[in-house]
């Protein structure tokens, strides 16, 4: 990557995001020998796709090493990890999150002493300052943040062609799009909100437009009890989501389609792409090597001039307090963010390192996004400075009850200011 100073907003706060995550599984990947239990390393990941050629590297620098993974959906992931943690079963590394928007989070880990403090790696010190804030609870860092990544549309650059078709860059011309593309038997956007997880993407979208556009201290204004979800311009967003289903931005039945077939939609040009993050990218390319994938922001207004992008650190790795293995977890999070793990991770996915002078070159595919991040037209991930994981878990479940007709914006924005105002 080229050097440069990555604005604050663009990395600091905040969920979700970035959940890189598909169905499980369980490897064990090949490493000779491994030399009896201290040179086996247990890893929980919801880096599916990337991160199987990270320990394949990891092993290869370091022989007779031999690493235990298994890859789950987000969802299911932050279900289990919390028990495991407390049950003593958990793996010596695992994804977390940046943050407090989630049960996989730093404060949510780090708070009752489950994660390891990784203050005194070489490579802690190095992080931005923005960085540096998600990444730590109570002044220690406690996760390996490797990537940034960002929110927008993701679009099948062969199928958008064959429709004859151009991305939006307007909301006007986005509804146009979606209309068009419906017409033509393709819709624009794959949905795949069987997974929970996935509902908050075209909402954050489009909240970092419409809220965050006229004004980027909202957060602070939430923290100090002078703005809400219910009276501010996250009702607009919610408006302009259920405008986007009504006029068939969606393929049919989103709620029964879950994350791995909506990439299988976008990646096969039976919708021209999909809203999620840059991660995706990678995802798709292999479904269908051949491909052509761009991500673009999503437009929520009329002038393209106030469009704002979602976009921040991503999940990382920690490690187990109670690892059985500690000292290769830490060699293992400290390979991840060598400027040679980090860079292998980030082109696997399609992201950005959050480390300056890696040598890393950005995808073409993430053009716009880089350009994004440089302009200080970034917001963080929505949940990542919420005080607690309870707004986030409200949102999303709400969000499945809007699209199954049983709730109302209005319901969900009100219960997620009474989880707001509990605190933590």
Not at 270 to 276: E, I, S
């Amino acid at each position: 990557m080229k050097t440069r100073t990555l604005p604050a907003v663009a990395v600091a706060i905040a969920a979700t995001l970035a959940l890189v995550a598909c169905s499980g599984g369980t490897k064990a990947a090949s490493g000779g020998d491994s030399g009896g239990e201290s040179q086996t390393l247990s890893l929980a990941s919801v880096d599916q796709g990337s991160i199987e050629d990270v320990v394949k590297a990891f092993e290869a620098a370091n022989p007779g090493v031999k690493v235990n993974f298994t890859t789950a959906g987000a969802d299911q992931y932050q279900q289990q990890i919390r028990t495991q943690l407390s049950s003593g079963t958990a793996p010596d590394v695992m994804s977390v999150w940046p943050g407090n928007g989630n049960p996989g989070a730093i404060y949510v880990l780090a708070k009752p002493g489950y994660l390891l403090d990784l203050s005194d790696r070489p490579w802690a010190s190095k992080l931005p300052d923005a960085v540096k804030t998600v990444a730590q609870y109570d002044g220690k860092t406690y996760n390996g943040v490797f990537g940034l990544n960002g929110i927008g549309a993701v679009y099948n650059q062969q199928a958008l062609a064959k429709s004859g078709l151009t991305a939006p860059t307007t909301w006007t011309e986005l509804l146009s799009f979606c209309k068009a593309a419906a017409a033509k038997g393709t819709p624009a956007f794959a949905l795949g909100i069987q997974d929970n997880w996935v509902t908050q993407l075209v909402l954050y979208a489009l909240v970092a437009t419409t809220v965050y556009g006229p004004d980027r201290d909202f957060d602070k204004k939430m923290q100090a009890g002078q703005a809400t979800f219910a009276a501010s311009p996250w009702t607009t967003a919610m408006a302009k989501y259920q405008e986007m289903n009504a006029t068939g931005c969606f393929q049919k039945n989103p709620l029964g389609t879950n994350y791995e077939a909506s990439q299988t939609l976008a990646a096969s040009g039976k919708t021209l792409g999909l809203v999620q993050g840059n991660w995706v990218i990678a995802l798709l390319k292999g479904k269908n090597p051949s491909g052509t994938f761009t991500w673009k922001p999503l437009p929520a207004t009329d002038d393209p001039a106030t469009a704002m992008v979602p976009a921040a650190a991503g999940a990382g790795y920690g490690v187990n307090a109670k690892a059985k293995n500690k000292e290769l977890a830490l060699k293992f999070v400290d390979y991840v963010m060598s400027p040679e793990g980090m860079n292998l991770f980030v082109k696997k996915q399609g992201g950005l390192p959050t480390l300056p002078d890696t040598g890393f070159t950005p995808d073409p595919s993430l053009t716009e996004l880089s350009q994004f991040i440089t302009d200080d037209r970034t917001v963080p991930f929505m949940d990542q400075l919420w005080p607690n994981a309870k707004v986030q878990q409200t949102m999303l479940s709400g969000l499945q009850e809007i699209f199954s007709g049983q709730s109302t914006p209005e319901k969900v924005l009100t219960a997620m200011d009474t989880d707001y105002q509990a605190g933590t």
